[in-house]
């Protein structure tokens, strides 16, 4: 199968959304291509979080979300930008993913991909144009030492009803760490967060401390004793039972567990902009490709990129850009 397209847009979370929206709006022919479902990312997120964000820096139009609280949860904003798609008729396909992109000398892409279904199904598409616009969750950070591949082990969090009365720990020093141990602690699982003495004492949420609104019942937990802090250096390696780490101190513990969650980031998956060619550099947080910060352009022409893919990474900024580069494609693919 061959669909001729300006615009593929890989990735159906809120920049891709926003980018199929600007899309439809300016008349190009274009699709959203995601392996997963709609908002993926946001549906990967722990059952009943509540969000870090207002509604003005989620929603899709201003004034459209209307959370039963000031912040909405998980599902409300689930719920948001499904039915925006479904209240736009917006062009995706859910369950197919890239495997693939290469240039065609004739004009644009080629991109391959594969259906995930009971009858596995390979395309082609022919787009002058592609939109990087997926998340990083599906690539979270390890530590790489003995023992992380057991299957006590997790790099997500989804809920804590499992691990009642049980020994968890969890590795990380950002919100989605504190989250994890406010959560099992609240809801009476015996935790211990391990955090570096940094990321403990930063107070500073532009660079990257844990919200105050996380923090404040986290400390309530420890000072009930409820929950247990550990400033450790460097986690030496996981057992069946246990885990070996160094503290800040240098000296070396077990700590028996359970379960362990290590929550020390995600980033996004950049081989198949490299194998295009594209160059990359280092970002505010992680590597990211080089691109022209007012059209988002990389260096290799017809390939753009958003949200997880820049140094704008923020949802806000991840619905804000589609809204100004689009127009800008659809201005250059106008071009004679």
């Known amino acids: ?30 699709l959203v291509i995601e392996k997963g479902t709609i908002a993926n990312t946001i549906r990967q997120y722990p059952v009943g979080r509540t969000l870090f964000s207002t509604p003005n820096e989620l929603e899709m139009r201003e004034g459209s979300l209307h959370p039963v609280r000031d912040k909405p949860t998980r599902e409300e904003l689930l719920s948001h930008y499904i039915h925006f798609v479904l209240d736009h008729d917006l062009r995706i396909t859910t369950g197919e993913e890239v495997t693939d992109i290469a240039r065609n000398d004739a004009d644009g892409f080629i991109v391959h991909t594969r259906c995930r279904s009971f009858q596995e199904q390979e395309k ?44 968890a720990l969890v590795v990380g020093g950002g919100n989605s760490a504190a989250e994890a141990a ?43 004793g409820r929950l247990r802090v550990i400033l450790y250096k460097d986690i030496d390696e996981i057992a069946p039972d246990s885990v070996r780490l160094t503290t800040e101190a240098g000296e070396s513990m077990t700590v028996a567990n359970h379960v362990v969650f290590v929550l020390i980031g995600s980033d996004a998956d950049l081989t198949m902009l490299k194998k295009l060619g594209v160059r990359t550099a280092p970002g505010k947080l992680t590597e990211v490709p080089v691109y022209n910060p007012d059209t988002f352009e990389t260096d290799v ?4 990129v958003v949200g ?29």
Not at 195 to 219: C, F, Q, T, Y
Not at 323 to 334: D, Q, T, W, Y
């Open 182 to 224: 406010l959560f099992l602690s609240e809801e009476g699982a015996r935790t211990t967060m391990a955090i570096w003495r940094d990321d403990w004492e930063n107070r500073d949420p532009s660079a990257g401390a844990m919200k105050h609104w996380v923090r404040s019942p986290l400390e309530r937990e420890i000072a009930q």
């Open 301 to 304: 022409p017809g390939i753009y």
């Open 124 to 167: 082609n598409y022919h787009a002058r144009a592609v939109l990087f616009a997926f998340g990083a969750m599906e690539h979270p950070r390890l530590l790489n030492i003995p023992g992380e591949d057991l299957p006590k082990v997790h790099h997500r969090f989804v809920e804590p009803y499992p691990y009642v009365r049980k020994e």
């Open 308 to 336: 997880h893919f820049t140094n704008a990474r923020h949802i806000k900024a991840a619905i804000d850009v589609p809204r100004k580069i689009v127009p800008l494609i659809a201005e250059k693919l106008r071009s004679p």
């Open 1 to 30: 199968m061959s669909d001729q397209l300006d615009l593929l847009i890989i990735g159906a979370g809120p920049a891709g959304l926003s980018a199929a929206d600007a899309a439809a709006q300016e008349g190009l022919t274009y």
